[in-house]
Each structure stands twice: as C-alpha cells, then as structure tokens.
C-alpha cells in the first residue's frame, strides 16, 4: 500500500513529502497507524550520512506511537484499535543467545527501523515519518499511559529506553549516586528515571542556565561542567555515571568524579570519536567506561510500564512535518526543550 512520508533523496537534501511502500500484513505482523513520531538525533546522523552506509531515499523515525489498524491471522497478543509503539528495532534473527534472552538490541542480525536491509520495497526499512507501518507483533510494545499522553510518549521509544537500559543494569536506585551529562533529548529522560528509582541524582551542564530547568526535571543537585570548583567538590563520588553528550569531549574529566570499581556508560553517539582518556584514571581506582544501546523488547515493555506508572513522559514540541528541516537544524544548536515530536497527521496536508 502507498501510503505519505516524509525523507530525503540524498545527504544534501532537505527532507521533504514523499509516498512509501508498506507490505501487506502477513500472518504474524500488525499494521499501525501512526499518530506521532520523535525525531531523534540519530536521525540526522543517518539522513545525513555522517553515519555510513544510508540508503536513499531515507525515511527516518523509531520513536513511533499509534493504533493497531490490522492484524495478520496468528497475531494474538494484539487487536485492531489497540495503542501500541515501535521503537528502534523491527526485526532480528529471533533464534540467537541475546534474542532468545530477550537483548534483539545486541542480535547481530538486528533489523533498525529504518535504513536496514529488507525484503520489503525498497530493500531497506523505511521509518516512522510515515503513515503507517507494518512490524512483527513481537517487536509492537503496549502502551498504557492515557492516550492524551501519546504524543509525549512517542520518544519513550528511545530516548526513554536508551537511558532506562543502563540505570537499571547498573542498578541506579536507593543509596546511589548517579550523574546524568547533557540535559538534551537523552539527558532530560536520565534525570526523570534515575529520580523515580531512588537514586540521588547530579545534573551536568555546560550552561549555567539550565540549573533550574534540570531541577525541574528531578536533579537533586546541579554540576556546571565547565566550572573546575563544582567538578572538584564531586571528585570520587558517583557510583555511576551516564554521558548522554552526543558530541566529542573529554571524558576525563568525568571518570575523575567515579568512586573506586564507578562505571560511566556512554549512549550519546558522536559522528567523530571521543578524545582518548587517560588510562591512570581507570587503572587508579578500578573504573570502568561502558556503553550501552537501547534495550531488547521485554526490557523496553518493561521501561513503558515504568513510566506509565510514574506518570513519567518526554518533555516535547510537536511540529508539522514540514518543520523538520527547521528542527533539525535547531536540535544541532539545542534549541528544543527537549524532544521534537512529528504530528503524523500533517503528512498529507
């Protein structure tokens, strides 16, 4: 079926109306109607090509929230009308160690939502700047936050489990110190988390002023980045640390203020690597740096029950479809508070 999108035909092209194939559901798929979509900043790395290997045309999205439209004949776990998202994972191989321990994230034939390799027209998966999508049923996730919420739950689908993932496998919670740096797309969705868990939580920020935004958010303390006195005064003291910063940096400075056996994970992805850190500051105190990527499908469901629990959602700007170059273009300059969110219903105006 034809259905509106939104893509770019090459690197140097604005993205702009296009229509897309979708399949026919088959036995074990359900087909969405997708009522909203976050726009993250891996988006724009892959649009761009500052990743490699994008396909063209490229439709971005895998923060995608909507209703179930139809459903393949052995699909029992959903029915038409259901509210259901679709986040960075479409497909994987389903019979490997990570995917039968609920990681398809780590599943080396993990299919993203977009621009990965598929059967389906055009040979790539294209994304959630769309109408309308089709994925199999294991990899729809419920959601149960009222549907008033659904367009500021869209970006659960990876910046929520993005920094869900590592809070939990790190075990943020009662008793611990945890920082978040950046307080952007990722870093905002970090401080809600880690304050629902218990966990003590330090804001870092190269800007003086978003002290109260991030207290806002749920930060029990602030940290300018900048200012070595503030850093200083945490010198050995988390017990973990997640860099959300998507762009390269000094890491040093960070590993610093871990505790002996502190790990910081890193899930910002930068187009260009980090400045290598000093290897005393892990050796010193046994520290560790970790990354992490998204989060299987249970942990994911798991993640979207959380925060329905807590009441907790993105904090967003919802804008047309034929705002997003606009938003592109002030996501590079951190212009959003914090996450764009497309209204897929202006796709076809």
């Not at 179930?68 to 259901?84: E, M």
């Not at 489990?161 to 919670?173: C, D, K, Q, V």
Request: glycine share 10%; proline share 5%; aromatic share 6%.
């Amino acid at each position: 079926m034809l259905v509106h999108a939104y893509g770019a035909h090459a690197a140097d092209k604005p993205l702009e109306s296009l229509q897309i194939t979708r399949r026919t559901p088959g036995a074990h798929d359900v087909q969405i109607d997708i009522a909203f979509c976050g726009v993250c900043h891996s988006d724009l790395h892959q649009v761009r090509a500052e990743w490699e290997g994008t396909q063209f045309p490229c439709v971005p999205g895998h923060e995608i929230v909507g209703r179930v439209s139809a459903v393949g004949a052995h699909v029992s776990d959903f029915k038409i009308g259901d509210l259901v998202g679709v986040g960075c994972i479409v497909d994987s191989c389903k019979h490997c160690a990570d995917c039968e321990a609920g990681f398809e994230n780590y599943c080396d034939g993990m299919v993203g939502t977009y621009n990965a390799p598929t059967k389906d027209e055009p040979g790539w998966t294209l994304g959630g700047y769309s109408q309308k999508i089709v994925v199999h049923e294991r990899f729809a996730l419920r959601i149960r936050h009222a549907e008033d919420q659904l367009a500021a739950v869209a970006p659960l689908l990876c910046a929520g489990i993005t920094t869900y993932s590592p809070l939990r496998h790190w075990e943020a919670g009662p008793g611990k110190k945890v920082g978040v740096v950046g307080i952007g797309g990722l870093g905002h969705m970090g401080i809600k988390l880690a304050h629902a868990m218990g966990a003590h939580v330090v804001a870092f920020t190269t800007s003086d002023s978003k002290r109260e935004a991030a207290k806002a958010l749920g930060a029990d303390e602030v940290v300018v980045s900048r200012n070595p006195g503030e850093m200083a005064a945490h010198a050995q003291s988390f017990d973990f640390i997640l860099n959300t910063v998507a762009a390269p940096h000094d890491l040093d400075a960070f590993l610093a203020l871990l505790k002996r056996d502190g790990t910081m994970t890193l899930v910002g992805a930068p187009a260009t690597p980090h400045p290598s850190p000093n290897v005393f500051n892990f050796i010193t105190k046994r520290r560790s740096i970790a990354g992490s990527m998204i989060g299987g499908i249970p942990e994911t469901q798991e993640m979207l029950d959380f925060c329905a629990e807590h009441g907790i959602v993105a904090d967003i700007e919802l804008i047309r479809a034929d705002e997003i170059n606009e938003a592109y273009e002030r996501m590079l300059k951190g212009d959003v508070k914090y996450r764009f969110v497309i209204d897929t219903a202006t796709l076809a105006a």
